[in-house]
């Protein structure tokens, strides 16, 4: 599903568009040319679907070259041992989610607990992979396109943002920091941090970007700062943005 110039959805639950299995994240495949990076790996449960939406999308699984993580939890990381092999590609993420997924760290990833409440299926089980650390503001070559990482801890530790700029516009791939509307995720997690959530959504939001691309949820590809405005507005009034966990 093309949304832009360079970016296809090629994942998605049913969360979102259900394209692939039920439980995946939205994942984002950004065309650099000769080279691809997608934008997360889905669950791990069936990433054969994932790998059929990058070839319906026009582009053969080896011109995948990185695999980008926003976080480390199984929706967005499950995918990656899986995909970067069938594609050859290396995986990156921020610390300490890099470093809990190469080790796959049920525990530190929240697993028992997300299977216990229904957000994953029982009996699913996580597929550690090596991951590269990647640093705030590092910026990523794919292809013709570069792309920055933003760090924007608070949904979990390590989440990180990624930037990029396409035709004069900013694309933002928010991960689970923001949905359309505003909505935020806080979850009843040891890493949730309401501090730092606080401060990443006052970070994004003065990234001001043209196209807001969650891992959930609805996208938007004009006037995607309104959400990131909407959140930072009810934060003002010292609320929380409404939670999009347990909807
Ligand atoms: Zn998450």
Same mark, same amino acid.
């Given at each position: 599903?093309?949304?832009?110039?360079?970016?296809?959805?090629?994942?998605?639950?049913?969360?979102?568009?259900?394209?692939?299995?039920?439980?995946?994240?939205?994942?984002?495949?950004?065309?650099?040319?000769?080279?691809?990076?997608?934008?997360?790996?889905?669950?791990?449960?069936?990433?054969?679907?994932?790998?059929?939406?990058?070839?319906?999308?026009?582009?053969?699984?080896?011109?995948?070259?990185?695999?980008?993580?926003?976080?480390?939890?199984?929706?967005?990381?499950?995918?990656?041992?899986?995909?970067?092999?069938?594609?050859?590609?290396?995986?990156?993420?921020?610390?300490?989610?890099?470093?809990?997924?190469?080790?796959?760290?049920?525990?530190?990833?929240?697993?028992?607990?997300?299977?216990?409440?229904? %957000?994953?299926? /029982? $009996?699913?089980?996580?597929?550690? *992979?090596?991951?590269?650390?990647?640093? +705030? #503001?590092? &910026? @990523?070559?794919?292809?013709?396109?570069?792309?920055?990482? %933003?760090?924007? /801890? $608070?949904?979990?530790?390590?989440? *990180?943002?990624?930037?990029?700029?396409? +035709? #004069?516009? &900013? @694309?933002?791939?928010?991960?689970?920091?923001?949905?359309?509307?505003?909505?935020?995720?806080?979850?009843?997690?040891?890493?949730?941090?309401?501090?730092?959530?606080?401060?990443?959504?006052?970070?994004?939001?003065?990234?001001?970007?043209?196209?807001?691309?969650?891992?959930?949820?609805?996208?938007?590809?004009?006037?995607?700062?309104?959400?990131?405005?909407?959140?930072?507005?009810?934060?003002?009034?010292?609320?929380?943005?409404?939670?999009?966990?347990?909807?």
């Amino acid at each position: 599903m093309q949304l832009t110039r360079s970016v296809h959805i090629v994942a998605s639950g049913d969360a979102g568009f259900s394209l692939t299995n039920a439980f995946d994240c939205t994942a984002y495949l950004v065309d650099g040319g000769g080279e691809c990076a997608l934008i997360d790996a889905g669950m791990g449960v069936e990433p054969e679907q994932i790998l059929r939406g990058i070839r319906t999308a026009g582009f053969s699984p080896e011109r995948v070259t990185r695999i980008l993580l926003t976080h480390g939890h199984g929706d967005h990381a499950g995918g990656a041992a899986a995909l970067s092999q069938a594609c050859g590609a290396q995986v990156y993420a921020m610390e300490p989610a890099a470093d809990f997924v190469s080790r796959g760290d049920i525990a530190a990833l929240s697993l028992e607990k997300a299977i216990a409440a229904g %957000v994953y299926e /029982p $009996g699913y089980t996580f597929r550690p *992979c090596p991951v590269l650390p990647i640093a +705030d #503001g590092q &910026r @990523i070559p794919v292809g013709c396109l570069t792309l920055t990482a %933003v760090s924007s /801890p $608070g949904h979990s530790a390590g989440h *990180c943002c990624y930037c990029l700029e396409e +035709d #004069g516009r &900013r @694309i933002l791939f928010a991960g689970d920091v923001i949905q359309c509307g505003g909505r935020i995720a806080l979850q009843a997690i040891w890493d949730c941090d309401l501090q730092q959530y606080m401060h990443t959504l006052y970070r994004l939001a003065e990234l001001h970007p043209d196209a807001l691309l969650p891992g959930h949820g609805c996208v938007a590809l004009q006037r995607g700062w309104l959400h990131l405005d909407k959140a930072r507005a009810v934060l003002d009034t010292l609320a929380l943005p409404k939670n999009s966990i347990g909807e």
